[in-house]
């Protein structure tokens, strides 16, 4: 079975730290570009984070830039999301998508079921 599953999510305080894990099963990600998505409650869900195939290019939306950081271990089937400093707003699901065509994370062929992150006081 052809899958991407997510982990790492859960609840944090305001300023806290979280890494979020990709795992593909069933498929080698090495030409897959991966991205990071969120959807909080009533939002649609918006594209944070791309990684290129390569690993060698690497995409931020403006509100995580300088906090989150997308990384990928080939070797392990993984690409990796760190998350620091995170405020309230980052609160959302977070889905991993891969992308066949290994550039922009625009065009996802897998998506993972999603792991919830909460940050709260």
């Known amino acids: 079975q052809l899958q991407l599953v997510e982990s790492g999510g859960g609840l944090v305080q305001p300023g806290g730290s979280l890494r979020l894990s990709c795992t593909a099963s069933?498929?080698?990600?090495?030409?897959?570009?991966i991205g990071w998505f969120r959807q909080a409650p009533g939002k649609e869900r918006e594209g944070i984070a791309c990684i290129r195939d390569t690993g060698g290019s690497t995409y931020y939306v403006d509100s995580v830039k300088g906090r989150f950081t997308i990384s990928r271990d080939n070797a392990e089937n993984t690409v990796y999301l760190q998350m620091n400093n995170l405020q309230p707003d980052d609160t959302a699901a977070y889905y991993c998508a891969a992308d066949s065509t290994g550039t922009n994370c625009r065009i996802n062929d897998y998506w993972g079921q999603g792991t919830q992150v909460t940050v709260s006081s």
């Open positions: 069933g498929f080698s990600l090495d030409y897959y570009a």
